[in-house]
């Protein structure tokens, strides 16, 4: 984030006194107001002027809410540039707005040095997650740093992606959104969206120099198959400065943290990417406060002020947090350590017993994505095709997936595996390298003689290279 470097003279002469630029959002620095209280100063940008405005909290002082300090007009050139774009995103700029509104209660928090970060994130946990979802606590942890992550996010280089799935609806992935959605930095809740409007939403942030939106995504169950592009997307998206590149010199920003909830399993190389929360359906004594829409509207009230500390917190400590390099445990595998540590960081800032209780939760988390094979994994489905071969040269497709069905330890029934899906997933692996990929073709099983239809079918000798490299 860059700073201004030609402050007018009556707002560097504010800054002079203490002032240090928000780590958070653009153009706001803090000072010390003349009544000795935390105050804030803003730069308001419109298409034809810089309005720098102070405030300050302190009800009884004269600068109390909005007081212009100075307006400075700006040239032609940038006067056009600036209208062009405000006409273009007018949702950035409302959304900008409203984090700005939501700034002014926090300049006191920042400054606070008996705040007590561990014992908000617990709150957050025990008050709000826990008391309204039912989800385990290691889950709920992983949630919650999760949530402080969204807000200290310039810190990061990747961002961990969660998946709420569950076997079966009403299953609590929504109510998790809806929480979610009173707490994270920038929410922007969605369903089915195409990969362009993702991408317009990232770079419309970035117009106004903030940070991405939190993308809360309910019903993946049938987007990556409608949208085959956006796997590419979201597989870029985790690892800030990547983007796509289109023809004609397009950019397409790709870096936005996201939670993604379903039924189904996300694609291999997106869950890779993911910490998988498992959701399950509470029994009749296990089953958190319903949220009705009073008591809904009572949360966001509360959530409102966990937000502000959450900022402060960010403010606080996001220069200590883009220096951490935090000790990521060997029980992850190389894409957990890089999804886990910027959590760690945040766990290992706050201190007390969280550095501890985050990479136990982490490791959990990971070790239950392996330990659940599903539709998503490759290898495990290399490995049942193998046993419902056995010695058959040629199967067709349809007997295959019925073999597949079969295999009880499996997940391919509940997942609802075909012969599409099938294809899908095989089309990932080649016949032997630099040749074709795996796909069915019009053959008869049993030969020309055999009578039998002629269908969709593999053989056998598709896949043995990709056997000896990924089954044992």
């Known amino acids: 984030m860059t700073f201004p470097d030609d402050l007018p003279p009556e707002v560097a002469a504010l800054y002079e006194r203490d002032g240090s630029w928000s780590q958070t959002k653009p153009d706001i620095f803090f000072f010390t107001c003349a009544c000795n209280r935390q105050a804030l100063c803003r730069c308001v940008r419109d298409s034809d002027q810089d309005r ?194 289109r023809g004609k010199g397009v950019t397409k920003l790709t870096f936005a943290p996201r939670v993604m909830a379903g039924l189904t399993e996300l694609p291999a190389t997106v869950a890779d990417r993911s910490f998988r929360i498992d959701m399950s359906r509470a029994k009749q004594n296990e089953k958190p406060l319903r949220l009705t829409p009073k008591d809904r509207r009572q949360l966001e009230r509360e959530c409102m002020l966990f937000q502000m500390r959450l900022i402060a917190f960010a403010e606080r400590n996001m220069e200590t947090l883009m220096n951490c390099e935090p000790d990521l445990p060997e029980a992850l595998d190389d894409r957990g350590m890089d999804i886990a540590e910027p959590l760690l960081a945040i766990a290992d800032v706050i201190g007390g017993d969280w550095p501890e209780k985050a990479r136990k939760a982490l490791v959990k988390l990971r070790n239950n994505m392996k330990k659940v094979e599903s539709l998503s994994n490759p290898e495990l489905l290399l490995h049942d095709i193998k046993h419902v071969f056995r010695g058959k040269a040629v199967m067709y497709s349809e007997d295959l997936v019925n073999g597949l069905l079969k295999q009880e330890e499996s997940p391919w029934r509940t997942m609802g595996l075909n012969q599409h899906r099938l294809a899908r997933m095989l089309h990932e692996f080649t016949e032997y390298p630099g040749g074709p990929r795996i796909k069915s073709s019009k053959t008869r099983v049993g030969g020309r003689k055999s009578g039998k239809p002629l269908k969709a079918a593999y053989k056998r000798s598709q896949f043995g290279d990709a056997w000896s490299r990924y089954t044992k």
Request: glycine fraction near 6%; proline fraction near 5%; include cysteine.
């Open 52 to 245: 720098w405005v102070r405030h300050c909290g302190t009800k009884d002082c004269e600068f109390h809410g909005e007081h212009e300090v100075i307006t400075t007009e700006v040239s032609d050139e940038e006067n056009k540039r600036r209208a062009k774009r405000a006409k273009e995103y007018d949702e950035g700029a409302s959304m900008l707005i409203e984090e700005i509104t939501q700034f002014l209660g926090v300049a006191a928090l920042t400054h606070n040095p008996d705040t007590d970060d561990a014992a908000m994130l617990d709150k957050i946990i025990d008050d709000v997650i826990r008391k309204y979802v039912f989800i385990g606590r290691e889950e709920a942890i992983v949630l919650a740093l999760w949530i402080a992550h969204t807000w200290c996010l310039r810190a990061a280089e990747f961002t961990p992606y969660l998946h709420l799935r569950s076997a079966l609806p009403r299953e609590g992935k929504s109510r998790v959104l809806d929480i979610v959605g009173f707490l994270v930095a920038r929410p922007m809740r969605m369903s089915d969206p195409t990969p362009a409007a993702i991408a317009d939403a990232i770079t419309i942030a970035d117009t106004f120099g903030m940070e991405p939106p939190t993308f809360l995504w309910d019903e993946i169950d049938s987007a990556y198959e409608r949208w085959p592009v956006l796997r590419e997307y979201v597989n870029n998206g985790f690892q800030r400065g990547n983007p796509i590149k």
